[in-house]
């Protein structure tokens, strides 16, 4: 264990914790942003998987990251406004429209895979495209800070700048009030004249784009190739991060360093004597876990909104408003 505890604490660890968060923070903001809106998305795993497929393709035929970029983020803003096409007009259930995304994204890039490129498995036959690595600047030379955090690739640094744009988004823009506005209350939202269909296509629309960063990443910054349901349970997992984090972006950025973290060390753990089958489940145990954790807090705090109802007297605060009323009259 001791290679393994060094490695652990060490600076290519803490690298790797970043690399391996980004493809969890992007589709974590994307849950966030419909879950405020009152419309959870649970499609990021085929948002992600499309935008995947179609960047590299992108890249692949055209030798442009830029067209390749706008087509990823194209195909995750279709996705997520073909999921509010399905639950706002169509009135599917939105869990049930968003699964069948899923379904349908997995059996898409299979079939387009095979029809570009014969293979069924992956477009390691394709000459695609990556995102570049960026050293920053001063930092670069700073001992252990410059080792952890200079080097990665521009989509990382992206998604830790995607977190205050989340916050300035959601709480400092009208867009921002009124999608939250129709979360909490959306026939309130509807009274003061807000298009509380129109506020959730953005939210949606919002949703996928995230999602199609995570995409862009996994297929063009992670590797430098796509592969059938590359994926692997990130989007479900970055539902668990955006809970965990109580869809607010620090508590977002944290919950998905705790997953990358958890990966992390079960990428590391694969070089020991273990069975893979065990290092693969590692981080889905520890999603189930913290939902756990997060589950009995949450009705431990229900409980005592109980406790305190129960104690609650109505006609103590009638005679409370009474009193001030005359008092005011008075006055």
Do not use: C
Request: aromatic share 10%; hydrophobic share 55%.
């Amino acid at each position: 264990m001791n290679p393994l505890l060094s490695s652990i604490f060490s600076t290519g660890f803490a690298f790797a914790i970043l690399r391996v968060m980004t493809p969890l923070l992007f589709p974590a903001l994307g849950v966030a942003v419909s879950e405020l809106a009152g419309s959870v998305n649970i499609a990021l795993e085929g948002i992600m998987l499309i935008s995947a497929f179609f960047g590299v393709i992108v890249s692949a035929f055209t030798g442009s990251l830029f067209l390749a970029l706008i087509a990823g983020l194209a195909a995750g803003i279709l996705m997520g406004a073909l999921l509010a096409y399905f639950h706002l007009k169509m009135k599917a259930d939105i869990i049930l429209g968003a699964i069948a995304l899923n379904m349908f994204a997995a059996g898409m890039t299979i079939f387009l895979l095979f029809l570009f490129t014969g293979d069924k498995g992956s477009t390691s036959s394709l000459q695609s495209l990556v995102f570049p690595e960026i050293d920053i600047p001063l930092l670069k030379s700073i001992p252990v800070i410059g080792e952890i955090f200079s080097g990665h690739n521009v989509l990382t640094y992206v998604s830790l700048l995607a977190v205050p744009f989340f916050y300035v988004l959601m709480f400092k823009t009208p867009l921002g009030l009124r999608i939250r506005a129709v979360g909490q209350n959306p026939h309130a939202a509807e009274s003061v004249g807000i298009n509380v269909d129109r506020i959730k296509l953005y939210a949606l629309m919002l949703s996928g784009m995230f999602g199609a960063f995570g995409g862009l990443y996994l297929s063009m910054g992670y590797v430098s190739w796509f592969s059938r349901d590359m994926t692997a349970g990130r989007g479900f997992i970055a539902i668990a991060a955006a809970t965990l984090g109580g869809n607010m972006p620090v508590g977002i950025l944290l919950s998905s360093l705790l997953f990358g973290f958890v990966n992390s060390i079960a990428i590391y753990i694969a070089s020991l004597n273990v069975p893979s089958e065990l290092i693969q489940m590692i981080p889905y145990l520890v999603t189930l876990i913290a939902l756990a954790v997060f589950a009995i807090r949450a009705q431990r705090k229900r409980d005592k909104v109980g406790e305190v109802l129960e104690h609650f007297d109505p006609e103590a605060v009638k005679a409370v408003v009474k009193d001030v009323i005359e008092t005011e009259g008075d006055i």
